[in-house]
């Protein structure tokens, strides 16, 4: 029986079929082909499938244009190459029918603020059920674009704006009040301790300034007493 040597890349695997029927799954290194025999490569290094954008109706009722990106790897080769035609495809649309449903159930304002509030986990696990009937192991589903109309992003803008212009203007009254509280404090100390009052005017006076208290005033260090 003639025999031919063969080789299996690095992260890639070899169905081998005679007869229309699966004898092994050969594993990456130098194997024997007898004849008669038909081998199926498969590679299972990861990739990323792009999933073009597409429009998704919010429950508020805006239309908005998501794009995602799809990681994945053969995680059963046989599956992969007998269960679909097209596993990719079958993937792709998964991707697509999971982030439609679970972008449904969320508001317009929530895409905007999108890197809080989208549902990753629940959009890669809906797409990694239905791919692995075909083989595919899904890591993750990654949203790259979420693209909403004009109009909404300039509300957002505004809306942005004018709550950063309210809390300036909080913080300015906040620090308004607390210097006429500090005002208001020191006033009554002043009026407490009339002596503590001369002696703030006399820190206040410029320097070479000449002072004159009255005779019961008591009189700080340096400050000449005229009658």
Known sequence: MSLMQFTIQPRHCALRYRHGALEQVLPAGRHRRRLGQRLVVVDLRERLTQVAPQEVLTSDGVSVRVSSVVRWSVGDPVAFAEVSEDPVGTTYLAAQVALRDALATLTAEDLVSRGRVLPMATITAATAEVARRVGVEVAEVVVKDVIVPV????????????????????EAARAETAALRSLANGAKLLDAHPALARLRLVQAAPAGTRIILGLSDTLAPGVDDQP
């Not at 909404?152 to 909080?170: K, M, P, S, V, Y």
């Open 151 to 170: 109009e909404l992003r300039a509300a957002a803008a505004e809306l942005a704006t004018a709550r950063r212009r309210g809390d300036a203007q909080l």
